[in-house]
Every structure is written in C-alpha cells, then in structure tokens.
C-alpha cells in the first residue's frame, strides 16, 4: 500500500480549475518530484495534501486513512512536514532554537508550565540531531536571519525533519539560490535523503536537481497529469520535452 494516495483530487475556484483530478501515489522510501510551469497547480496540490486547502472533490489517503475532514495541525501529527516556496524561520532566534520550536510541536505536553522539561530535553536532542543531518551544527547558536539565503532554506528543511515525519514536502527548496548554493543544497540532500527513511514529494523548478534527487516525476499542466514514471522515460516524453525542458522535437 502506498504511503500517500491521491484520488480523484481536484480543487476549483469559481470557474478556474487549478487541480483537476489528479491521481498520484508516493510509495515509502520514494521520492517523487512534481513539476510543471506556473499555473500547473503544484503549490495548491500541496496544500490540498496538508490541508490548507479543503478539496473540491477527490481524496487523500495517508497511511490508508483518509485525510478529509482533519485541520491542518491533526495531518502534521499524523507524520506529514512541508517547506514553503517563501522561506518561514524565525529570523530572531538562534537556528537551535527555531529547530526546537518545530520539534517541541509533535510533543503532547509541549504547552504545559509544569513538567515541561522533558519536553524541552527531547526537543532539544531532536533539533540537534536535524542540524548536523542537514550539515548546520556551525549555525546552532547563530541567529538565523544571520544566515545566508541557501543556510535558511536548509534550516526550514530541518525544522520539518525535527517533526519526524513519514512524509517531507519540499516546496521549491533551491528557490533564490545561486548555482554554488543549490549545489551545495542538492548534495546535503542527496545525502540525508539516501538513508531512505523518508518518502518525499519535491516541487522543484530546476530539473538538473530534479532528475539529480527523484525517484519518479508527476509533470502536472493545468492542473492536469500529462506524464508520470520514473525520471529517464519523463525526460523521453516528446511533450514534456516541448513545454517543461526546453527541448525542440
């Protein structure tokens, strides 16, 4: 059974149909990049997996329980992290601390005054051990509007990973970075992602890093899947070819 299936999904607003009946399924330990260009409907696919958005129609299964219904901190717990297009860290606080913030949210006791300090311990470790995953132990102690545009995006990574999740959604995450930065993403990564205890699912803009990472790719158009299979016969399509990578016929 996959880890996360989508059905059917499909979201309108008005007469504008910006997902339409997508069928997609991420397999545990998989990494699946979802690409197409502005307009495709990538980002509301993502929210409608997350539960930012309610569906119009169309299901979401993760783990085989259907996520329709539940708000957006209830699918968190359930094991589901994302990064966003637009960096979100907390530019006033250290970079351990914004990691901690994030892992101290999976915590049951996280909000209570009196015994918290367990919480604190476990969220603590768990922070540390997100940043020397993603290569930032250097930066704990640095406030992380300190940091360097490409160090930022990294830190929103590991702010999903102290959540511990089954399911990481990057949305974008070389977005504004310069070629040394986005090489230097990809290969811290590569590299936390080839331990395979996670399933991702990527939005990515630049297809080097998108056949570099996936496993597969779902090419959405109008919020549409046109292609979908593993990254050398996406690469083969003749349309994906025309429209997404630039390639003549």
Known sequence: ???LECKGLAKRFG????????????????????IGPNGAGKSTLFNLITRVLQPSS?????????????????????GIARTFQ???????LTARENVRIAA??????????????????RSGTVADA?????????FAGTLAGMMSHGDQRLLEVAMALAQQPRLLMLD?????????ETDRAVEILRS??????????????DMEVVFKLAHAITVLHRGRVIADGPPEVVRADAEVQRAYLGESE
């Open 58 to 78: 169309g299901r979401v299964l993760f783990a085989g329980e259907d996520l329709a219904g539940l708000p957006v901190h209830a699918v968190a717990q359930r």
């Open 192 to 205: 936390m992602l080839a331990e395979g205890d996670l399933s991702v699912i990527l939005v990515e803009h």
């Open 172 to 180: 974008e995450p070389t977005q504004g970075l310069s070629i040394e």
């Open 130 to 138: 997100a940043l020397e995953r993603l290569r930032l132990t250097r």
């Open 1 to 3: 059974m996959p880890l």
């Open 15 to 34: 007469a504008l149909v910006a997902v339409d009946a997508v069928d997609m399924a991420v397999e545990q330990g998989q990494i699946r990049a979802v």
């Open 104 to 121: 101290q949210a999976r915590e049951d006791g996280r909000w209570r005054f009196l015994g918290g300090g367990g919480v604190l311990g």
């Open 86 to 92: 637009l960096c979100h860290v907390f530019p006033n």
